[in-house]
T-cell receptor, first 110, second 115 residues
């Protein structure tokens, strides 16, 4: 099946710093989505990307759909303690299923 | 803001027992999904459901699993004879086909522990 490789696996940063994480795939996806998961909760949709090259922002979050359709990145600017969580990329191609990456665990030091 | 709800939040069961996990999707959504997440691992697709039938399922969704929409609001996942390796978080999700159906909204999950 399709595999999404997400990096880094974890990040420990200082409050106020910018964060960047990315997701790559060996195959093409038509849609990329970014989710955040906090402990004991389900993934919450942050950003959805539909076109190659698309750059979309949601507050301090910015995500881009790679031009090759095989990658995406998520940036968080000026991190705050409540940004703590696990960030997952997910790709959609045909059918209904989402394929998830392994997640990036973000820890923010106040 | 409408949200997906799931019950129970935590279910403990003995190996070989049947369990039913329940979900109430967002009310105007028509696509429903189950995913699972083994502790520390990625979220994995199990099954999608539309128009009262399974539209897609993964290799994980074998004969031990079944889904049902018993009424206009609930969506259930049944595991007939649980195994130790079924221990995981199970997430229900739903999406609106009139929008972009792959924007799937997840519930808070049910933690299933099989002993």
């Amino acid at each position: 099946g399709q595999q999404l490789n997400q990096s880094p696996q974890s990040m420990f940063i200082q409050e106020g710093e910018d964060v960047s994480m990315n997701c790559t795939s060996s195959s093409i996806f038509n849609t990329w989505l970014w989710y955040k998961q906090e402990p004991g909760e389900g993934p919450v949709l942050l950003i959805a990307l539909y076109k190659a090259g698309e750059l979309t922002s949601n507050g301090r979050l910015t995500a881009q759909f790679g031009i090759t359709r095989k990658d995406s990145f998520l940036n968080i600017s000026a991190s705050i303690p409540s940004d703590v969580g696990i960030y997952f990329c997910a790709g959609h191609n045909a059918g209904n299923m989402l394929t998830f990456g392994g997640g990036t665990r973000l820890m923010v030091k106040p | 803001e409408p949200e997906v709800t799931q019950t129970p939040s935590h279910q403990v069961t003995q190996m070989g027992q049947e369990v039913i996990l329940r979900c109430v999707p967002i009310s105007n959504h028509l696509y429903f999904y189950w995913y699972r997440q083994i502790l520390g691992q990625k979220v994995e697709f199990l099954v999608s459901f539309y128009n009262n039938e399974i539209s897609e399922k993964s290799e994980i969704f074998d004969d031990q699993f079944s889904v049902e929409r018993p009424d206009g609001s609930n969506f259930t996942l049944k595991i007939r004879s649980t195994k130790l390796e079924d221990s995981a978080m199970y997430f229900c999700a739903s999406s609106d086909p009139r929008g972009l159906f792959h924007e799937q909204y997840f519930g808070p999950g049910t933690r299933l522990t099989v002993t």
